[in-house]
């Protein structure tokens, strides 16, 4: 079992920058492949960015290029890095690992809010 905490969230002006971690209780993620996903109200989650331990990396096209994901060098905790956020990322963030094909567990989620 694995148990994902973010934080980092909070309110910020349009513009401004944000970075969301992830950690693993008491645990490595090197077995996993991770991800960042985001719910903004009355949508549906979509996916954000992913991330492996050997060096890939992959993103949302409509991010163009603002928002960066990364690990440590212990391999216990994973970022997300948000520049130049807009209103439309206002969301909850929600970090997730898999092990196979399946997101199979997720973290709490921490709220983003970019004022206007």
């Known amino acids: 079992q694995v148990q994902l905490v973010e934080s980092g969230g909070g309110l910020v002006q349009a513009g401004g920058s944000l970075r969301l971690s992830c950690a693993a209780s008491?645990?490595?993620?090197?077995?996993?492949?991770m991800g960042w996903f985001r719910q903004a109200p009355g949508k549906e989650r979509e996916f954000v960015a992913g991330?492996?331990?050997?060096?890939?990396?992959s993103y949302s096209d409509s991010l163009n290029g603002r928002f960066t994901i990364s690990g440590d060098n212990i391999k216990t905790t994973v970022y997300l890095q948000m520049n130049s956020l807009k209103p439309e990322d206002t969301a909850i963030y929600y970090c997730?690992?898999?092990?196979?094909?399946?997101?199979?567990?997720w973290g709490q989620g921490t709220q983003v809010t970019v004022s206007s």
């Open positions: 008491g645990r490595t993620l090197a077995d996993y492949v």
């Open positions: 991330f492996t331990w050997s060096g890939g990396r």
């Open positions: 997730a690992a898999k092990a196979s094909s399946r997101w199979d567990y």
